[in-house]
C-alpha cells in the first residue's frame, strides 16, 4: 500500500501522472491518424462498391465489386463484433511479428488501429449514405468523374458527420488505450492498475479518472466545435 503522507507521494504522482497521460496522448494520436486514413477509405469504398453506387462494377465488372464490398463487409463487422480485450490477446502474434515485441506503449498502437479502423468505416459508410443523390446526379450529369464525385461532392457533403463520427471513434480509442494497460501497454490504464489495483492507491484512481474524464471533454468539445462550423459553411 502507498503512503499518501511520505513527502515525495504528490511529487511521484504528478510524475507519474505526466508521463503515462504523454504515452496515452501518442497512442490515440497515432492510432487517430491511422485510423482517420484507413477508416475513411474502406467506409467510403462500402458505399461506392455498393448496388447503384458509382463505383459498383470496378474493373468493369459488376462481380468485382461484389466481392470488393462483401470483403469489406466481412472484415468490418469481424472487428467490431470481437470484444477489445479478446481482440488485443488474439493480436499478440501478430503485433509481435510486426513490431517486434507484443508489449510496450508503441505496440499497444497495433490493437487501438484495428480496433478503430472498423468502427469509424462503419460510421463513415452510415454518413455518406444520407448524402442526396441528387447532389451525385447533378456531379455526374455535368461530367464530373468518379474521382471527382467522392473527392469534391460525397465526401465533402458529409464532413460534419464525419467529424461528428471521429469523435465518438476518438473517444471510443481514449477508453480502449485505458483497457491495453492490462497487458503492458503503458499509459494512464498501467498507472491505474500497477498503482491504484495492485498498491491499493485510491487516490492514483481518482487521478486517473480525472485525467481520462478531462481529455475526453476535450475531444468532445472540439469535435463538436469542428462539426458545427463546418455545418454552416
Avoid: C
Avoid at 129 to 135: A, I, P, Q
Amino acid at each position: 500500500m502507498i503512503d499518501s503522507t511520505a513527502p515525495d507521494f504528490w511529487p511521484q504522482l504528478f510524475e507519474t501522472l505526466l508521463r503515462a497521460t504523454g504515452e496515452t496522448l501518442y497512442q490515440v494520436g497515432v492510432t487517430m491518424l491511422i485510423t482517420l486514413i484507413l477508416g475513411l477509405a474502406a467506409g467510403t469504398l462500402l458505399v461506392i462498391t455498393d448496388r447503384g453506387g458509382i463505383l459498383e462494377s470496378p474493373f468493369g465488372s459488376i462481380a468485382a465489386g461484389r466481392i470488393i464490398n462483401g470483403v469489406l463487409q466481412a472484415v468490418v463487422n469481424l472487428g467490431r463484433s470481437i470484444p477489445f480485450i479478446i481482440l488485443m490477446i488474439a493480436l499478440i502474434p501478430f503485433t509481435r511479428f510486426l513490431l517486434g515485441s507484443a508489449f510496450g506503449v508503441t505496440a499497444a498502437i497495433v490493437p487501438l488501429a484495428v480496433a478503430a479502423i472498423p468502427f469509424y468505416a462503419r460510421i463513415v459508410e452510415i454518413s455518406l449514405r444520407e448524402v442526396s443523390e441528387g447532389l451525385v446526379e447533378a456531379g455526374l450529369s455535368l461530367g464530373a468523374t468518379r474521382w471527382q464525385l467522392v473527392s469534391k461532392v460525397i465526401v465533402p457533403e458529409a464532413v460534419p458527420g464525419l467529424i461528428r463520427g471521429f469523435t465518438t471513434t476518438v473517444v471510443s480509442i481514449v477508453n480502449y488505450s485505458a483497457i491495453v494497460g492490462a497487458i503492458g501497454g503503458g499509459g494512464l490504464g498501467d498507472v491505474a492498475i500497477r498503482y491504484g489495483h495492485q498498491r491499493y492507491s485510491v487516490i492514483h484512481i481518482v487521478a486517473v479518472i480525472i485525467v481520462l474524464v478531462a481529455i475526453v471533454q476535450i475531444v468532445q468539445a472540439v469535435g463538436a466545435r469542428l462539426a458545427n462550423r463546418m455545418s454552416h459553411r
